[in-house]
């Protein structure tokens, strides 16, 4: 039968290049972001996190920039692997006065690595 | 390493039905959400829950819906009587501390809820 819903964007990528995926986020007042991975049939798996006193983060083989001046996030995979295969969501942090942790989730991108 | 448990991992059910998704947070945690993946379109917020009240819920989470803390393991959401609009993936999460801004939150694996 037909399919509803969104088209996802599609990044594919060859195996051991680097892999550049992008966010636009919707409130300016937003002050946490985080990347998370998700899975066929599998929950979102946490990434990476940054907070808007910061720019730049990295950890292992992922870089997360932030420019809140055009409300813009970014997640840099290094050297993909075949393993990085998934969708990629980004999520906003929309908690009204830090009372609870409301995530706004972004689109999502899918990577597909090609061997 | 701790994980966030669902049961089922999916549900049939017929429309006017009640439902009850359960889901075991990771042990030391204190705030709990559930959130929803219609086929295709985005993870969204349905409502999170500390201290035995729930603290924000979004429009989606109507007077169909709540959630319990029947113990001190378990956190369950039940849809009184389902829609077919309300098929989806439901995914249970939790978070250690205030559950304010800037807390990493851990998803478990979901329960597809499918309603005929």
């Known amino acids: 039968g037909e399919s509803v819903g969104l088209h996802l964007p599609t990044l594919s990528v060859q195996e051991g290049d680097n892999s550049i995926i992008n966010c636009a986020y919707s409130?300016?007042?937003?002050?946490?972001f985080i990347w998370y991975k998700q899975e066929s049939g599998k929950g979102p798996q946490f990434i990476i996190d940054?907070?808007?006193n910061m720019d730049k983060r990295q950890g292992q083989r992922v870089t997360v920039l932030l420019n809140k001046t055009v409300k813009h996030l970014s997640l840099q995979i290094a050297a993909t692997q075949p393993g990085d295969s998934a969708v990629y969501f980004c999520a906003e942090n929309w908690g009204l006065g830090g009372a609870t942790n409301k995530l706004i989730f972004g689109t999502g991108t899918l990577l597909a690595v090609q061997p | 390493e701790p994980e966030v448990t669902q049961t089922p991992s999916h549900q049939v059910t017929q429309m006017g039905q009640e439902v009850i998704l359960r889901c075991v947070p990771i042990s030391n945690h204190l705030y709990f959400y559930w959130y929803r993946q219609i086929l295709g379109q985005k993870v969204e917020f349905l409502v999170s829950f500390y201290n035995n009240e729930i603290s924000e819920k979004s429009e989606i989470f109507d007077d169909q819906f709540s959630v319990e803390r029947p113990d001190g393991s378990n956190f369950t959401l039940k849809i009184r009587s389902t829609k077919l609009e309300d098929s989806a993936m439901y995914f249970c999460?939790?978070?250690?501390?205030?559950?304010?801004?800037?807390?990493?939150?851990?998803f478990g694996s979901g329960t597809q809820l499918s309603v005929l």
């Open positions: 999460a939790s978070s250690a501390r205030t559950g304010g801004r800037g807390e990493k939150l851990f």
């Open positions: 409130n300016s007042a937003s002050d946490y």
């Open positions: 940054i907070r808007s």
